[in-house]
């Protein structure tokens, strides 16, 4: 079978357009993604105690807070925890490291907290903020988001000091609507819920997608996007991987337009395989 190092060469691409790495430059910027986009903006720019952003696996959270990081200000010290997991303590312990606070992570809960605190503080005196963004945060315990909420009640009068964004799958909208995290529900001051992409916004992402590699745009037809829809119900990580396999079929046999029938070819093989675990598999 042909290698990818083929199919971009067949197609005249300059990369591959369906790579599953997260990359900004890539990020098709559907009117969800839009918004979601501004809901993050807002609540750096409001100092919003808690910003809370889901989505499918897949749906290309993480590709959104790696836009938002390269358009931050100089005047916001940003931390970020791509999966933080643990219990009472340990979790302060992955909010120091991430802001590359040097600890005694053998001191005791309040000597670690006073730390964060000074820092924190610190920060405000020299004129920026410190924002906290966790990445997959359905993974954290309903006594970690409490955790995560005492945080923000380091403060000064009426300023926020800390902040904390949070982006992970739907679970995460569950978890904090129990009446446990009632005040930490109090706290999320914006909220996003990205939904799988309709008929129309794959058609466009897959034409995008193929244009910013270099291609041109129509090497999928309107019946090959009708099944790819279908089959991976527009979640993007879904539709790259079967866009991907598809070229290869493609450049295989040196056909330079993707039908519905190599597609359909992909599915018969089983080679493209869409349930919820592999779907976690893969960086998004």
Same mark, same amino acid.
């Given at each position: 079978?042909?290698?990818?190092?083929?199919?971009?060469?067949?197609?005249?691409?300059?990369?591959?357009?369906?790579?599953?790495?997260?990359?900004?430059?890539?990020?098709?910027?559907?009117?969800?993604?839009?918004?979601?986009?501004?809901?993050?903006?807002?609540?750096?720019?409001?100092?919003?105690?808690?910003?809370?952003?889901?989505?499918?696996?897949?749906?290309?959270?993480? *590709?959104?807070?790696?836009?938002?990081?390269?358009?931050?200000?100089?005047?916001?010290?940003?931390?970020?925890?791509?999966?933080?997991?643990?219990?009472?303590?340990?979790?302060?312990?992955?909010?120091?490291?991430?802001?590359?606070?040097? #600890?005694?992570?053998?001191?005791?809960?309040?000597?670690?907290?006073?730390?964060?605190?000074?820092?924190?503080?610190?920060?405000?005196?020299?004129?920026?903020?410190?924002?906290?963004?966790?990445?997959?945060?359905?993974?954290?315990?309903?006594?970690?988001?409490?955790?995560?909420?005492?945080?923000?009640?380091?403060?000064?009068?009426?300023?926020?000091?800390?902040?904390?964004?949070?982006?992970?799958?739907?679970?995460?909208?569950?978890?904090?609507?129990?009446?446990?995290?009632?005040?930490?529900?109090?706290?999320? *001051?914006?909220?996003?819920?990205?939904?799988?992409?309709?008929?129309?916004?794959?058609?466009?992402?897959?034409?995008?997608?193929?244009?910013?590699?270099?291609?041109?745009? *129509?090497?999928?037809?309107?019946?090959?996007?009708?099944?790819?829809?279908?089959? *991976?119900?527009?979640?993007?990580?879904?539709?790259?991987?079967?866009?991907?396999?598809?070229?290869?079929?493609?450049?295989?046999?040196?056909?330079?337009?993707?039908?519905?029938?190599?597609?359909?070819?992909?599915?018969?093989?089983?080679?493209?395989?869409?349930?919820?675990?592999?779907?976690?598999?893969? #960086?998004?």
């Amino acid at each position: 079978m042909a290698g990818h190092g083929l199919y971009t060469e067949f197609f005249g691409f300059n990369e591959r357009p369906f790579t599953l790495l997260p990359d900004p430059d890539f990020l098709f910027w559907s009117r969800a993604h839009r918004r979601a986009f501004s809901v993050l903006e807002y609540g750096v720019l409001t100092c919003a105690p808690i910003t809370v952003v889901t989505g499918e696996v897949g749906a290309g959270k993480t *590709t959104l807070i790696q836009k938002l990081l390269r358009l931050l200000d100089r005047d916001v010290t940003v931390g970020l925890i791509s999966n933080a997991q643990g219990n009472r303590g340990e979790l302060l312990q992955w909010v120091l490291n991430a802001l590359g606070i040097a #600890a005694d992570l053998s001191g005791s809960y309040v000597a670690l907290f006073q730390q964060l605190q000074d820092f924190v503080i610190g920060e405000y005196a020299e004129g920026r903020r410190v924002v906290l963004i966790i990445d997959e945060a359905q993974n954290l315990s309903v006594e970690g988001l409490e955790e995560l909420r005492m945080l923000t009640n380091i403060n000064s009068n009426k300023d926020e000091l800390l902040q904390l964004i949070l982006v992970g799958q739907p679970e995460l909208r569950h978890l904090i609507l129990q009446p446990k995290l009632r005040q930490f529900a109090q706290r999320v *001051t914006a909220t996003y819920h990205i939904p799988a992409m309709d008929l129309a916004t794959v058609q466009g992402y897959i034409q995008h997608r193929l244009q910013h590699a270099g291609g041109t745009g *129509t090497e999928f037809s309107p019946d090959a996007v009708d099944v790819i829809y279908e089959k *991976t119900g527009g979640v993007p990580r879904l539709v790259n991987k079967l866009c991907d396999f598809c070229l290869v079929y493609a450049a295989t046999e040196e056909r330079k337009t993707i039908g519905r029938e190599i597609v359909n070819e992909v599915i018969r093989d089983g080679i493209f395989v869409s349930t919820p675990d592999v779907m976690g598999d893969a #960086a998004e």
